[in-house]
């Protein structure tokens, strides 16, 4: 085996289970010790991996999250499917929330003009929804985060205190066996309270999102009821979801 095919299914073997030693190299390739240092190197030298003592490990990865503007000029395919399996979930009468994760928005613009209440700290979503002449909507008033186009404080969680609905569709930049997390804790404080007040949880995430676990946790696996996604996760994540009795719906075999 050539070392650029060694250093692709080092990489493959890395991305399972985050680490590897060079004795593990060496029974997986049949090479030798220095062969294994050296590949090691290789791959540090294109910053793929961070050499430990024996071995490697996966680099720390934070995902960008863009302002809210260039999110919404990039909402993909995936995000789109998810976001109508969402809306399907929708009744008349329903008191629902909606966060303002633009996978959430996703579901916004295709809900019906619904005999419903919606609450949401988005204003982009409440701008939406004010199309739909019988939806009726609840801004929660705070802080503008100008960014990410949210509101949040605590305002915004005494208010949601107020409320019991029937369901809550909530975004995610990871989600993972640590639970569900966010890059910013004012938005991750108002999203645990709207998890709060909800009879049902269903958490709307693309493929990207699975088995990535970002800077804040704002719940744990075991407050969501539901998992919308665009593909069918591998199947130790099925099992973690099951641990927890989180149910999946897969855009793709719809």
């Not at 004795?23 to 090479?31: N, Q, S």
């Not at 509101?151 to 029937?166: C, E, F, M, N, P």
């Not at 995430?205 to 088995?211: E, G, P, V």
Request: charged share 25%.
């Amino acid at each position: 085996m050539y070392q650029e095919e060694r250093l692709i299914e080092i990489m493959n073997y890395l991305n399972q289970t985050r680490r590897i030693s060079v004795d593990k190299i060496c029974e997986l390739f049949e090479v030798s010790r220095d062969t294994a240092r050296r590949d090691l190197v290789k791959l540090e030298e294109s910053r793929s991996i961070v050499r430990t003592r024996g071995g490697a490990i996966l680099p720390s990865s934070h995902n960008e999250v863009k302002d809210y503007s260039n999110r919404l000029q990039t909402v993909s395919e995936e995000k789109l499917a998810i976001g109508r399996t969402a809306a399907s979930l929708i009744r008349n009468g329903d008191a629902i929330i909606l966060d303002a994760s633009t996978t959430v928005q996703s579901c916004a613009t295709q809900l019906d003009d619904l005999d419903c209440t919606v609450i949401t700290n988005s204003i982009h979503i409440a701008d939406i929804l004010s199309n739909n002449q019988n939806t009726h909507i609840h801004l929660l008033g705070g802080q503008l985060h100008k960014e990410h186009r949210f509101l949040y404080g605590t305002s915004v969680i005494d208010r949601l205190a107020k409320y019991r609905v029937d369901h809550a569709f909530i975004g995610v930049v990871g989600i993972s066996e640590h639970g569900l997390t966010i890059a910013h804790e004012e938005d991750g404080m108002v999203k645990r309270k709207m998890i709060q007040q909800a009879k049902q949880v269903t958490v709307l995430a693309d493929h990207t999102k699975i088995a990535v676990t970002d800077f804040y946790q704002y719940a744990e696996l075991g407050d969501v009821d539901l998992l919308i996604t665009d593909q069918t996760p591998d199947q130790p994540f099925q099992e973690l979801l099951a641990a927890h009795q989180v149910e999946l719906l897969v855009t793709e075999e719809e």
